[in-house]
């Protein structure tokens, strides 16, 4: 019953920024894990960035360090990805992560048990 819905994404020049957000319905995530995963053709979902369940905890991976930010709205059910300083590698399908039964984050694909479908970032000239 639980969806995660992605949105926020688009077309934009090296060097621009966008937000993701992704909302949750049908139940809470106010007290779980929540990541961020992306998806490039021909490259495999690779972890972006996390927060667990009160965002004293977040994680990013090298390759954003320091452009993207994640944070959570708890009362919304709702995370974001702030993405800053985009680059052309930037490219790929975004997707929302939830887990459903622990509160802390996870850089795991495999840990995670709800998805979101995805939205297309594309960063290009």
């Known amino acids: 019953q639980a969806q995660l819905i992605e949105s926020g994404g688009g077309l934009v020049q090296p060097g621009g920024s966008l937000r993701l957000t992704c909302v949750a319905s049908g139940r809470s995530f106010s007290m779980n894990g929540m990541g961020w995963f992306r998806q490039a053709p021909g490259k495999e979902r690779e972890f972006v960035a996390g927060?667990?369940?009160?965002?004293?905890?977040?994680r990013s991976a090298d390759s954003v360090k320091g452009r993207f930010t994640i944070s959570r709205d708890k009362r919304k059910n709702t995370v974001y990805l702030q993405m800053d300083s985009l680059k052309p590698e930037d490219t790929a399908v975004y997707y929302c992560?939830?887990?459903?039964?622990?509160?802390?984050?996870?850089?795991?694909?495999?840990?995670?048990?709800?998805w979101g479908q995805g939205t297309q970032v594309t960063v290009s000239s």
């Open positions: 927060i667990n369940w009160n965002g004293g905890d977040t």
């Open positions: 992560a939830g887990r459903s039964t622990y509160s802390g984050t996870s850089i795991y694909a495999s840990d995670y048990d709800c």
